[in-house]
């Protein structure tokens, strides 16, 4: 069985993620297939959009393959993860800057990679199952992906409050936040690709679910509006209500210096909101994640030995400096292939 289906159906492209019993989690395979299809369609006149999903019922995309980078990075070796990153983070801008429109059906765990693939297209499909989320401060990374970019443009503070808990949304959440466009009950999402393949967008509308995150607008734009995460943690009350209880217990699991470093790239970003400037302030991360950061911990704690009881290095000064301090010759490339 292909981890990935591409197909033409009419006037459609359509790329379906196929690795259900791994809610499609991409790997470096994936990734460079979807691009290799989207390349092949930019300029074929047959072709007017494409749509991407996720097969099975639990999730179009809960993430990237991981474990390989764990194996690596064991070793000390930081050079599978850079070229799976620069690769990802291409195909994140292709999708982001693509001229013709893409579709893509987000039901069930739309996450990390998930969003990179999901979440830049050009209209965005969320329905009851949706829940989308950035939560790469639990394992020790910052958002990356492109998703520093919808965290820095969503509303007031809902990009910090959303990045540093990686709290989950569900569909009105994520249409609130700007991670998706349209709802359209799952059960309609079949005759809807079905339209599609005649060419044209045709979404029918439908009243979007009220957003959790509206009524907790307030209450985020107050407390997450700190110049560091310092100011952010200690400004928590005791004593919070229900909203911040909730925040404050996602952070707690969270890396510090992974909250420290999202929250600096998330700011960055939102004073040149661009796609390119986004996955370079991300690369910057990532490229030194795998020997410097609580990335390999994270991955142990969460997906090899599932403990879910990270030991995450203090917080020292100059940290997050050193994590987004440019790359220089190694900065991100995003027109040169990797071979």
Known sequence: MT????????????????????????????????EVALDGW????????????????????SGGDIAEMYVSGLRG?????????????????????????????????????????????????????????????????IPDVGGSLLLATAPGRLGEYLGLTGDRMDAGD??????????VPEADWPDLKEVLTGGEIMIPPHAAPIAR?????????????????????????????????HAKKLIGRNSPLAMAAALEVIRRVRIRPTIENALEQEYRFTHRAMIHSDFIEGIRAAVIDKDRAPHWRPLRSG???????????DSLDLTKETT
């Open 3 to 34: 981890d990935l289906i591409v197909r033409t159906i009419g006037r459609a492209g359509q790329i379906t993620l196929n690795r259900p019993d791994a809610l499609n989690a991409l790997t470096w395979d994936m990734v460079r297939g979807i």
């Open 42 to 61: 930019r300029d074929d006149p047959d072709v007017t959009l494409v749509m991407i999903d996720g097969a099975g019922d639990r999730a179009f995309c």
């Open 77 to 141: 070796d930081s050079s599978y993860g850079r070229a799976f990153w620069r690769d990802e983070y291409r195909l994140n801008a292709k999708i982001a800057n693509y001229p013709k429109p893409i579709v893509t059906f987000l039901h069930g765990f739309t996450m990390g990679g998930g969003v990179g693939i999901g979440c830049h297209a050009s209209h965005r499909i969320v329905g009851a199952t949706s829940r989308i989320a950035m939560p790469e401060c639990s394992i020790g990374l």
């Open 174 to 183: 994520a249409l609130f936040a700007g991670f998706a466009d349209h709802f």
């Open 213 to 245: 995150l509206s009524g907790w607008r307030v209450l985020i734009d107050a407390h997450f509006a700190g110049d560091r995460i310092g100011d952010i943690l200690n400004g928590l009350p005791a004593d919070p209500a229900p909203p911040l209880a």
């Open 319 to 329: 940290d997050v400096v050193k994590m987004t301090l440019p790359l220089g010759p």
